[in-house]
């Protein structure tokens, strides 16, 4: 079944770019069906959809993150990405890639914490 | 953007009590709603689509009812696996958006 593996670093400092990859096992990033794509969860709080990007490369981005946030695709790596501009400590989270679908998000992978901090 | 108002934010219950936790949309979203349900340290994972469909896996005392504005999860008997916290999503629109959550605590 489809998994998801996120990886990055676990710190990043103020002002700096946080920049995580997807990688996507027994399973493709070609289908039309799907977009893949990030959510986050600060400590002790909710969720946050952050942005999705189709196999062509179309994004769909929340406004919250202005002009931060820039997702790419590499269908023959089978791997997405993601990073975000001029972090600030309100950026520390889990930071979550998943399969986003007509039916909701799903699968998700396990998650990676990213602090910033200097 | 759409709101999503989910209440409660926490309850108590107790092993064998029937649970309801309500999410409110701010504007129609037909039946474009999931539920997720979210252990310590752990992704959420998918328990209802389409407001009202079992994920394959998710045991029968979970349900989803409503449609446009209202929705309802619904755990027909409490179990001691599931007292944990609880997200609607609604993904009608971009941005896609999450209620705030729900913690099901023993009582």
């Known amino acids: 079944q489809l998994q998801l593996q996120e990886s990055g670093p676990g710190l990043v400092r103020p002002s700096e770019t946080l920049s995580l990859t997807c990688s996507v096992s027994s399973g493709s990033l070609t289908s039309a069906q799907y977009t893949w794509g990030w959510i986050r969860q600060p400590p002790g709080k909710g969720l946050e959809w952050l942005g999705s990007v189709s196999y062509s490369g179309s994004t769909y981005s929340n406004a919250s993150l202005k002009s931060r946030i820039s997702m790419s695709i590499d269908t023959s790596k089978n791997h997405f990405s993601f990073n975000l501009t001029s972090v600030t400590t309100a950026d520390t989270a889990t930071y979550y890639c998943?399969?986003?679908?007509?039916?909701?998000?799903?699968?998700w992978g396990q998650g990676t914490l990213v602090a910033v901090s200097s | 953007d759409i709101q999503m108002t989910q209440s409660p934010s926490s309850l108590y219950a107790s092993i064998g009590d029937r649970v309801t936790i309500s999410c409110r949309a701010s504007q129609g979203i037909g039946t474009d709603l999931a539920w997720y349900q979210q252990k310590p340290g752990k992704a959420p994972k998918r328990l209802v689509f389409?407001?009202?469909g079992l994920q394959t896996g998710v045991p029968s005392r979970f349900s989803g009812s409503g449609s446009g504005t209202e929705f309802i999860l619904t755990i027909s008997s409490l179990q001691p696996e599931d007292f944990t916290t609880y997200y609607c999503l609604q993904h009608n629109a971009y941005p896609w958006t999450f209620g705030q959550g729900t913690r099901v605590e023993m009582k």
């Open positions: 998943a399969r986003m679908t007509t039916l909701g998000v799903h699968p």
């Open positions: 389409a407001a009202t």
